[in-house]
């Protein structure tokens, strides 16, 4: 009996470097939806002391980036569980 452990370490390799991928991509989804100088009820900006969490808002740009990696992250979820159920085939 033959271990081929070349193959065994691609297996490896490819899943690491996958699964790191789609965490940075998710991330990346995260922090696109966080941009946005906060602003005050009257629209001017606001000093550093005076922010909250949901004061802002979101450029467009960023929600449409943040939409592109979380549909990245949605397709290799889902194509890794095709491949793993092999009805699916």
């Known amino acids: 009996m033959?271990?081929?452990?070349?193959?065994?370490?691609?297996?490896?390799?490819?899943?690491?470097?996958?699964?790191?991928?789609?965490?940075?991509?998710?991330?990346?989804?995260?922090?696109?939806?966080?941009t946005g100088q906060p602003a005050d009820s009257g629209g001017?900006?606001?000093q550093y002391?005076?922010?909250?969490p949901r004061s802002g808002t979101t450029p467009p740009a960023a929600y449409l980036g943040a939409s592109v990696c979380f549909a990245v992250c949605i397709a290799a979820v889902l194509t890794g569980i095709w491949m793993t159920i092999p009805q699916f085939h």
């Open 2 to 34: 033959n271990i081929d452990f070349t193959a065994i370490g691609t297996v490896a390799g490819v899943g690491f470097v996958a699964a790191v991928g789609v965490v940075l991509l998710y991330t990346l989804g995260l922090r696109l939806l966080g």
């Open 44 to 46: 001017e900006r606001t």
């Open 49 to 52: 002391s005076e922010e909250t």
